[in-house]
């Protein structure tokens, strides 16, 4: 299982989303996932907080500093590819742990 840290404490000083992240338990949801995959012997990774993930472009790794938190998609202007910004997200966070498992020397399937 892998998953992005997040700074949930320094979330919370958003005041127009502070209500929704406390309701959502982000870090206890977290917390139990690392349990139930350790006890079921699977492996939790979880991704660096300042990796670059919405901003990094999934096709050419080309990094968008100008990404604003406004923006849900962006054009990459290396390769031209069009990036929704949870999805490039989520296509990184698996690239990025799939290259810590492999840096602790553990084999992972592709699925």
Request: net charge positive; hydrophobic share 40%; proline share 3%.
């Amino acid at each position: 299982v892998i998953a992005e840290s997040l700074k949930i404490k320094n979330m919370m000083h958003n005041r127009k989303l502070a209500r929704t992240i406390a309701d959502a338990g982000w870090g206890g949801f977290l917390s139990k996932l690392k349990y139930k995959a350790e006890r079921s012997g699977k492996f939790f990774i979880q991704t660096d907080t300042f990796f670059p993930s919405s901003k990094t472009c999934p096709r050419c790794r080309y990094k968008f500093d100008g990404l604003t938190l406004a923006m849900r998609q962006w054009i990459c202007p290396k390769c031209g590819g069009l990036n929704l910004r949870d999805y490039a997200a989520a296509i990184n966070i698996k690239r990025e742990g799939i290259v810590q498992l492999k840096a602790a020397g553990l084999a992972v399937l592709r699925r």
